[in-house]
């Protein structure tokens, strides 16, 4: 019974998957595809467990999926630093005085 | 699923020789994983339908973190099949993960939407979603 | 007793005032050793002498060398901080509710046409009364988990929010959110 259950929800899971990967193959920014990236990293967590249920060691694959929540988190903070034009305050400050001296 | 088509995973075959049913913790969980499930089904659908970048951040913020809990903490309860030592472990294990997905989640998705919002990616407003709907039509 | 735990200063009290000081540094130590004692044994799982006696070595360490770890105000009192975790304990139950409700909310919008054309995406500003870091950053993730908002942007006290529907701003503007967090965090900030 729990192992068709956690079959079930691995299939579903993964059909549910394909829309989002539809996203990272179509999104018109990068942002876009790096919010598809995002969320299927999360759900790959969610598919270790379920990977860990069937094979019965859950006690080793939570460690993966722990792991792998850690480095999605990482990979979004540093490719969303990476892809912004980080402006300071006080660069905006320069800024926004510099136009109104122009208008 | 007969037993031929799992031929080529062996360990599966096995497991799937020796079923027996649920405790009612594991049927709490089972039923946990599936309303995960159904919330997963917003996020996906969102992903095609909304119309701009910030709108389908709507959809994957708020949808993944639940189902996700929800999910995981739903193969908690599941893989509680006895009360020892061992299994309240790795159910503390689990609710970890879940604690860490949500703080995580939300701070990973401002910091998506801070990054597009400052490479001046306007958000759309409620006349360009009219326009495009109305040539529909 | 009370008097010996919260953090008053008596201008008579000189040795008070010090030995509470003391006592309070020791025991946010302590406390934070003990937090991430119990994460190891939760991560490891294995209960010999050799095992916990790595634990308590590199527990030691991180509390050594990270002084400032967890705990941002350490001057606040014991019987402030107990109050402030049992507060939180009790924000826990409805930002669950909240997200259940944001998820039902956007599932309504994805998957009904007549939810579809309820979207009417726009930017709202607003100022908070809060003032720690760490007070926003609660903030910012309520306000990403309640239905139908975002947080896109913090400049200092002023926060930008993306709203999905109209009808969700006024609980924004007149900041219910906001009061929440403010009676967990910083009760002296509300009116």
Not at chain 1, 51 to 64: C, N, S
């Given at each position: 019974m729990i192992e068709y259950f956690a079959i079930f929800m691995g299939v579903a899971l993964f059909v549910l998957m394909i829309p989002v990967v539809y996203r990272i193959g179509a999104g018109p920014?990068?942002?876009?595809?790096?919010?598809?990236?995002?969320?299927?990293?999360?759900?790959?967590?969610?598919?270790?467990?379920?990977?860990?249920?069937?094979?019965?060691?859950?006690?080793?694959?939570?460690?993966?999926?722990?792991?792998?929540?850690?480095?999605?988190?990482?990979?979004?903070?540093?490719?969303s630093r990476y892809l912004n034009r980080t402006i300071s305050l006080d660069e905006m400050e320069a800024k926004e005085n510099a136009k109104k001296i122009k208008s | 699923?007969?037993?031929?088509?799992?031929?080529?995973?062996?360990?599966?075959?096995?497991?799937?020789?020796?079923?027996?049913?649920?405790?009612?913790?594991?049927?709490?969980?089972?039923?946990?994983?599936?309303?995960?499930?159904?919330?997963?089904?917003?996020?996906?659908?969102?992903?095609?339908?909304?119309p701009d970048f910030y709108t389908r951040m709507h959809a994957a913020g708020k949808g993944d973190t639940l189902s996700t809990m929800l999910m995981l903490s739903g193969f908690g309860l599941v893989s509680m099949e006895d009360l020892s030592m061992g299994s309240w472990l790795l159910f503390f294990k689990i609710m970890g993960v879940v604690l860490f997905i949500f703080i995580t989640c939300p701070t990973s998705s401002h910091a998506l939407m801070r990054a597009a919002f400052e490479d001046d990616e306007m958000p759309m407003t409620e006349k360009d979603l009219k326009k495009p709907s109305a040539k529909k039509k | 007793m009370g008097k010996f735990f919260s953090f008053g200063v008596a201008p008579n009290e000189k040795c008070l005032f010090l030995c509470n000081l003391i006592f309070l540094f020791t025991l946010y130590l302590l406390v934070v050793f003990i937090l991430l004692?119990?994460?190891?044994?939760?991560?490891?799982?294995?209960?010999?002498?050799?095992?916990?006696?790595?634990?308590?070595?590199?527990?030691?360490?991180?509390?050594?060398?990270?002084?400032?770890?967890?705990?941002?105000?350490?001057?606040?009192?014991f019987v402030e901080r107990t109050r402030q975790v049992f507060a939180f304990l009790r924000y826990i139950p409805w930002i669950i509710w909240e997200v259940v409700k944001a998820n039902l909310h956007v599932l309504k919008l994805a998957t009904t046409s007549k939810g579809y054309e309820e979207i009417s995406p726009r930017v709202v500003t607003f100022k908070t009364i809060l003032k720690t870091d760490f007070a926003k950053f609660v903030l910012a993730n309520s306000i990403t988990l309640t239905p139908g908002t975002i947080t896109m942007l913090i400049r200092g006290k002023v926060f930008h929010v993306h709203t999905m529907s109209q009808f969700l701003e006024d609980d924004l503007l007149t900041g219910s959110i906001e009061k929440k967090v403010a009676e967990v965090f910083e009760p002296d900030v509300l009116p």
């Open positions: 920014t990068p942002f876009d595809r790096m919010l598809a990236v995002n969320v299927i990293g999360t759900k790959t967590a969610v598919l270790l467990v379920i990977i860990g249920t069937l094979f019965d060691r859950v006690d080793m694959f939570v460690d993966f999926a722990i792991a792998y929540a850690l480095l999605n988190f990482v990979s979004a903070i540093v490719v | 699923m007969s037993l031929d088509q799992t031929m080529f995973i062996p360990v599966l075959a096995e497991s799937l020789q020796t079923t027996s049913s649920p405790t009612p913790l594991q049927f709490f969980g089972i039923l946990l994983g599936l309303l995960g499930l159904f919330f997963f089904v917003g996020t996906a659908v969102g992903m095609i339908r909304f | 004692f119990l994460n190891w044994i939760v991560l490891s799982g294995k209960f010999d002498a050799f095992h916990l006696g790595l634990g308590v070595v590199s527990c030691v360490v991180v509390t050594w060398l990270s002084q400032d770890l967890l705990f941002y105000d350490r001057k606040m009192g």
